[in-house]
């Protein structure tokens, strides 16, 4: 009966808000999976143009060779985006094997690229823009 009622109320929540209590419970998993697909997307789609990595200035100040090398570097930040947020979604996927170290022999690395992905992410969220 008490599963009846969760269940319900679970409903209720996903048609009210758009998301139910249990994805609180991995909301750091829940977040990448909605992520992940989207940043797929947009690498894929033809971009108008990339962000300003240049500390210095933005290429109308300095060229083309540096709005080459920008196009390069975003793309390459892309890439350390997603394969963070594809470890994060793997990783749960995984969650019930007992050593992942036979799966993931490069955990250190993966670790390392989990947590640049995850700082790009954060410092590049507003360039996320086509």
């Known amino acids: 009966m008490r599963r009846i009622f969760r269940e319900i109320k679970w409903w209720w929540q996903r048609r009210t808000r758009g998301f139910d209590d249990c994805a609180m419970w991995g909301l750091d ?21 990339h962000p300003c990595l240049n500390p210095m200035g933005c290429v109308a100040e300095y060229g083309e060779a ?9 793309e390459q930040e892309l890439d350390l985006m997603i394969e963070a947020f594809d470890y994060i979604v793997r990783q749960d996927d995984d969650i ?13 690395r993966r670790d390392a690229i989990k947590v640049r992905g995850l700082k790009l992410f954060g410092e590049r969220f507003q360039a996320l823009w086509d």
Not at 29 to 49: E, W
Not at 66 to 74: I, M, T, V
Not at 96 to 108: H, N, Q, R, T, V
């Open 29 to 49: 998993v829940h977040l990448a999976k909605l992520i992940l697909p989207r940043l797929q997307a947009f690498k894929a789609v033809d971009r108008m143009g």
């Open 96 to 108: 019930c094997m007992l050593d992942k170290s036979i799966y993931y022999p490069e955990a250190g």
């Open 66 to 74: 540096e709005g080459k090398a920008d196009s390069a570097q975003w």
